[in-house]
């Protein structure tokens, strides 16, 4: 079983709706979660950020984490079509530099 | 991609042969973090090395892969006798470190190095 799991899509959806994105994980340790947005041969891109469980909001993009239930999302509202990309969602056991860990990402879609 | 360099940004090798891949991390900073993203598939941590010390290589193959970071220039990775199974994105990630340990959760990653073994 892997430590992160992220449906891996692909994910179409028209541009204007709301687009829900999720990942579970199995490490109860786990306190830091963060969000990356990946465009095509590029690097990941550092959306959100948050720590524990609770609730983040940063324009269109909304990130929660429910420990209790291993469980976290990503919203993203009004969806553009710029959005298009895949996501990955990410988490650390502690503060202060340590290493990452990925779930597979989602490739969405936002359709004109 | 905030200030995280990396090159070269796409590398061809053939089998056998050796692939040195660059990272310099954001202005003033002395940690390092690689990961590797094979196809269709997440990130996964290689290392972390600070200035002249690794702190963990939990994730670097047993053989053939090393890493470095000198007092001066860039952070190396280095594999030696490329096989295809190889062939992947190779990412740096550095934290902002603005102060404090709490400015060391965020990781900004550098563009990557494609590398392609024939």
């Known amino acids: 079983q892997k430590e992160v799991e992220q449906d891996p899509g692909p994910l179409s959806v028209p541009e204007g709706a709301i687009v829900s994105l999720n990942c579970t994980y199995s490490?109860?340790?786990?306190?830091?979660f963060m969000w990356y947005r990946q465009y095509s041969r590029k690097g990941p891109e550092l959306l959100m950020y948050t720590y524990s469980s609770g609730n983040k909001e940063d324009g269109r993009f909304t990130a929660q984490v429910d420990k209790s239930s291993k469980y976290i999302s990503l919203f993203i509202r009004d969806s553009q079509p710029s959005d298009s990309a895949t996501y990955l969602c990410?988490?650390?056991?502690?503060?202060?530099?340590?290493?990452?860990?990925f779930g597979q990402g989602t490739r969405l879609t936002i359709n004109p | 991609n905030a200030g995280v360099m990396q090159n070269p940004r796409h590398l061809v090798r053939r089998r056998g042969q050796e692939a040195r891949l660059r990272c310099s991390p954001m202005k003033g900073h002395s940690h390092v973090y690689w990961y590797r993203q094979l196809p269709e598939e997440g990130l996964k941590f290689m290392v972390y090395?600070?200035?002249?010390?690794?702190?963990?290589e939990s994730g670097m193959p047993k053989e053939r892969f090393s890493a470095e970071f000198p007092k001066e220039g860039p952070s190396i990775l280095r594999i030696q006798q490329v096989v295809r199974g190889d062939s992947a994105a190779y990412f740096c990630a550095s934290p902002s470190g603005g102060g404090g340990r709490e400015s060391y959760n965020e990781q900004f990653f550098g563009p990557g190095t494609r590398l392609t073994v024939l």
């Open positions: 090395l600070q200035k002249e010390n690794i702190i963990d």
């Open positions: 490490n109860s340790a786990f306190q830091y």
């Open positions: 990410a988490m650390k056991l502690g503060m202060g530099a340590q290493k990452l860990v």
